[in-house]
């Protein structure tokens, strides 16, 4: 029999056929840097301590997470981030993905319409999508999210009648391009949103992973939570697989997003495992991690510029496990992914990146976390090659003198 | 500043303020039951063995979950449940509340109609109508979903032109009347849906939890899944905590659910755990349990007929975690939970659980697997006290004879 589906639902997924070779997608991440040993004596104590609890649907934590992850956290965000919260203004989620699934289908009807960078991370611009909104780019330069172009945005629309639902940023290391929103644009950007009466929706979920170990404090920090709903993230510091994220928000906004909740809670055994190894070891952690992902970012940027010269352009990346990279006139980035698939490296072409597909043709993203240094190297020269293929640049010496 | 959210959302949620002394609501577990010490064995081998995977957001097994553990159920669905599937066609979720949403997202949409049972889960009337579904319900006997019902439900339906988007059941230890559908009912059920091309949807989370530890054939089994579509969880036989649940469907239709399941994958420390440590310890465990539940679902219906008399009716449960308690006429459950509660008594008011708000308040429902024996009789006791004082009935000896 044939099911009779929504007529308007996405296209169907494929069977999963595995990882590319060069597998350059996604947000995966150093697989020796996961510090498994310290997790086996976490989850050891953790079961140890409270494995009981397990029978209960949020352990003995109720709606909003685990009680000691939640304590870690808001230590954690006021030291690094400059938030001040309570354990009732934290809501922990199954990843941030989660996080913005909430928010979303708190705020966002059918024809709403929100602001974003206009590159941004691709699976936000489908989720809104999916939701009806009408989805406005604004420019991203060095110091973040323009704000020239918020103001010009927001007065566009103020004349049309019509006050986007949110502002939605990734202000500390930027997906995809990897900037960091300055202090002084913060100012700015808070002030043009309160002028404005519109929100902003912080996405925070890289905001560990800058070289500097530094961060400017956190949007939500300098405006008190008052006009800012903050998400952020496990996943880039620890592991993706854990999917253990949460959401700042406060109180009744924070009941909103609760009663949208209806999962029976976050996998517990996630939590508490953390809620153990965070107070130890997180700090340490990060510190390698960083350096892991900051010398595969030197050795991705090297590859790209060695060989592509100036048929691209880049910027190093300050944190982060992203490259962006903007390609010279002539090459279309959806038409290279699809050609570099084949040949077994995996982009992200910059068209499911920006809010405006035609000017995502133009770039293309590529993660540089999971693979080791030779694969990236290796992956690099693979796409050059299938690019030369394709679109006749970069050029290409001789197999023989490579 | 005020957030502009969207008009249509659920009430919020309050501030959680803990468990009731009387915890009767929801779906909890016994406590002492959780294999705490077989869970530290399992998550450190599996942490040892395949913590690195934990960098990749599907481990490396792909979207449809950990593969390790896609076989354990595999095998286990064809032994006990009579299901024929292959890993392809099982796909791993957080929890089944996740496969209810990620199942009514396939096929619901605004103004369709469903047909489910006229006493069922509560969270799924409340999805269904936040879908924005028609809801009609069909009564269920001691067999189950009653065929006469059901048959004189469809016919209403197409005389009126619609075709109804699914038949969602809960067929194997209903909640919350406790019934198995038997081998028969199973067969006409299956029929009047291939008669009138509508296909079924089974909820077979309690299906572990029969006493007699059999229980007939999935109606995926019977159909072969050309008209099912099935889901399943370790949260009632394992942990509800550790949020893991299973969809068998059959593609294409598998491809479109897929498609909506963009949350980074479920949580892996639980996955991997649990395909470690179900192949040797999920039978000898499930055994254990079903006596524990048993016993205790002994101590409640004892303790209702002994304190409410001819004042309820109940029937002794085959299975599962729960009592549906009938009231006599006068006495409004709706009422009674909130008179309750107030005395620590927590259970959930029919009106929840039915599609039908008036007649439900004339049902209750009580959770068993939480509470100790003694906490279980003293809070039927103060039941029937509170009931005693609300409603008149039943009678209530002096304190000094009880």
Known sequence: MTFALRPDLPPPSAKWTGLSKHHFVGGNNDAGAVPVAELVAAATRALEREG?????YFMHSG???HRGLREFLVAKLARDAGIVCTVDELLITSGSLHGLDLVNAAFVAPGDTVIVERSTYGGSITRLQRLGARIVGVDVDADGLSAQ????????????GVRPKFIYTIPTVHNPTAT???AARRAEILALAHRHAVPI?????YADLTWS????PALYALDGGENVVHIGSFSKTVAPAL???WIVARWPLMGHLLSLKVDGGSGALEQMTLAQWCPRHFD???VQLRAVLEAKSRTMFDALQAQFGDTIRIAPPIGGIFQWVEVADGIDTTRLAQAALQAGVAINPGAEWMTDPEQGRRHFRVCFAQPDHDNLREGVARLAEVCHRTFGVPARAPLAHR
């Open 149 to 160: 172009g918020l103001s010009d945005a927001l007065d566009a629309l103020q004349r049309e």
């Open 284 to 286: 340490a952690h990060a």
């Open 52 to 56: 009981h609890t397990l029978a209960n």
């Open 201 to 205: 929706f912080e996405d925070d979920c």
């Open 213 to 216: 170990g530094t961060r400017p």
């Open 63 to 65: 709606p909003q997470g």
């Open 243 to 245: 999917r253990v994220g």
């Open 180 to 182: 960091v929103m300055s």
